[in-house]
């Protein structure tokens, strides 16, 4: 779990960031980095990887709820991503998706109360399913109402941001915390086949973290407020069945049909348009290319 955090420095923008050695937020501090913004992170590392740090930004090895201890308030805003962030883990370890999610979320909005600082949630398009399917859908479906209540009853500067199924560069290669394309790209290393779970008609939104790197930073650039959340999805989606075509396509692979799992949902999709007609974004389907470009050492 992790925060990351951008301050007010003269002319410099600043930010705090949650959740930043972990995957989206490494690629946000990375551009970040390089447009000269002043960062701050803090993250426990339970999932996030030193690796993913980059020089020129300040890393605190702290968890979520001890966000209270950053005093300096001269941030512009709290990127807020430190999540327990997969459906199949949730269900090992409910109670820290509750403690991660919840609790850690609200800890966020009492700091960002308290000093003045607008907040960017990353959302999670699960909320468009039964919050129930999972602790991991039912956590952040409550982290978007805390931040709603800070938001109506409280006055927090707070925006929901709501992620479809990123994927890109350091995406995690890891068969437990990894999405599709990371476990996958393992069992490539591995010579093994590619898990389809279920018939593999179930379809994604797979968006690439420089979209949603771009969405985060309108969002956070923009005075305009969204009453409900900012939807960062291609507008686009493919089935895992079409998904492993282009995997078979590039890599001449196997494929090994296993059990549906508890929380798969059929279909994620871009429910609405309101970051492109309002703040000019311009997401891209990469997912084909991406693909054709992976390379292993």
Not at 25 to 30: A, E, F, P, T
Not at 223 to 234: C, F, K, L, M, P
Request: with cysteine; glycine share 6%; charged share 25%.
């Amino acid at each position: 779990t992790s925060l990351f955090f951008l301050s007010k420095i003269s002319l410099i923008f600043s930010a705090v960031f949650t959740g930043s050695a972990g995957f989206i937020g490494s690629n946000l501090i990375k551009h970040l980095l390089n447009n000269g913004y002043i960062v701050v992170s803090l993250d426990d590392y339970s999932t996030g990887i030193k690796s993913n740090e980059f020089e020129g930004a300040q890393y605190l090895n702290k968890d979520i709820e001890d966000i209270m201890t950053i005093t300096d308030s001269d941030f512009d805003v709290c990127f807020h991503l430190a999540a327990q962030s997969r459906v199949q883990p949730s269900f090992d370890n409910p109670q820290e998706s509750v403690r991660v999610n919840v609790s850690g979320t609200t800890k966020v909005m009492e700091w960002a109360m308290m000093n003045n600082v607008k907040v960017i949630y990353a959302g999670s398009s699960s909320k468009h399913h039964d919050p129930s399917d999972s602790p991991y859908a039912m956590t952040k479906f409550l982290g978007e109402e805390i931040c709603k209540l800070y938001k109506k009853s409280f006055n927090v500067n707070v925006e929901v941001a709501r992620f479809y199924n990123v994927y890109g560069p350091l995406e995690p290669l890891d068969e437990k915390f990894g999405n599709v394309i990371g476990v996958w790209q393992v069992k490539i290393k591995k010579k093994l086949p590619l898990p389809i779970v279920g018939d593999g008609d179930q379809k994604r939104d797979f968006t690439h973290v420089d979209d949603i790197v771009d969405g985060l930073l309108k969002i956070s650039n923009t005075e305009i407020s969204h009453n409900d959340a900012w939807e960062i999805g291609t507008g686009v989606n493919y089935s895992i069945n079409q998904l492993f075509s282009m995997f078979n396509e590039k890599f001449k692979v196997d494929a090994e049909n296993i059990p549906d799992q508890r929380g798969n949902y059929r279909e994620t999709l871009r429910v609405n348009d309101d970051l492109i007609n309002l703040l000019g974004w311009e997401p891209r389907d990469r997912l084909k290319e991406y693909i054709s470009n992976l390379k292993f050492i």
